[in-house]
């Protein structure tokens, strides 16, 4: 079946530094890949999107490449900020499943001043 | 422009009983999905409505039931409550997949439910 893991949190970072969250996936076929933050307190939101492998996407300041050789999605960004700090969860949708998004189990970041 | 709404927002129950969450879906969506998160994890699909039918269903028991209006909001219903049902109920709306496409679901913000 489709699995996404996420790497082993949570994460504690000073501001203006470089992030880095693994996610790897296992499933058949081509599924969309997604990033979704969840503030404290909040529902989650879509935080960026890739449809087909060697896709990139990108949203304030966060980035993705679907990389299909090693079933990758990792999220960086180049310089954090404390309003990052959030709980980010990688998903995907294996495209024939209408809406069943698999998610990771999510990452906790805490960016401190 | 309204997102997803969610009611109510926490509720307090003790086992065996019964619970209704409710949602109205964000305007022009007409597909309605249930997650489960239970703390510390990932949401967990629980079933979509679509046309007033469920239309697919995860991992969940028979005890797990919903229904959806003809103005696409929708209800979850858990019936016979268990400590572990104890979560966070997320509702998300979208367009139906079918003719547009994009993968992307609009999430409320959820129901927290504790199960005594």
């Known amino acids: 079946g489709n699995s996404v893991t996420q790497m082993e949190g949570p994460v504690t970072l000073s501001e203006e530094a470089f992030l880095t969250i693994n996610c790897t996936y296992t499933a058949t076929g081509y599924p969309s890949l997604f990033w979704y933050v969840q503030y404290p307190g909040e529902g989650l939101q879509l935080l960026l999107k890739a449809t087909k492998a060697d896709d990139k996407g990108s949203n304030k300041g966060f980035e993705a490449t679907y990389r299909k050789e090693t079933t990758s999605f990792h999220l960086e960004k180049g310089s954090v900020q404390v309003s990052d700090s959030a709980v980010y969860f990688c998903?995907?949708?294996?495209?024939?499943?209408?809406?069943?998004?698999?998610f990771g189990q999510g990452t906790i970041l805490t960016v401190h001043p | 422009d309204a997102g997803v709404t969610q009611s109510p927002t926490h509720l307090i129950k003790t086992r065996g009983q019964q619970v209704t969450l409710r949602c109205s879906p964000k305007?022009?969506?007409?597909?309605v999905s249930w997650y489960q998160q239970a703390l510390g994890q990932g949401p967990q699909f629980i079933f979509q409505y679509y046309e007033e039918e469920e239309r697919q269903r995860g991992n969940f028991p028979d005890r797990f039931s919903g229904h959806q209006f003809p103005n696409y909001s929708s209800e979850l219903n858990v019936n016979a409550l268990l400590l572990g049902d104890s979560a966070l109920y997320l509702c998300a709306s979208s367009h139906d997949w079918g003719t547009q496409n994009t993968g992307e679901l609009f999430f409320g913000e959820g129901s927290r439910l504790t199960v005594l």
């Open positions: 998903a995907l949708w294996p495209f024939t499943s209408y809406g069943k998004l698999t």
């Open positions: 305007s022009g969506h007409d597909t």
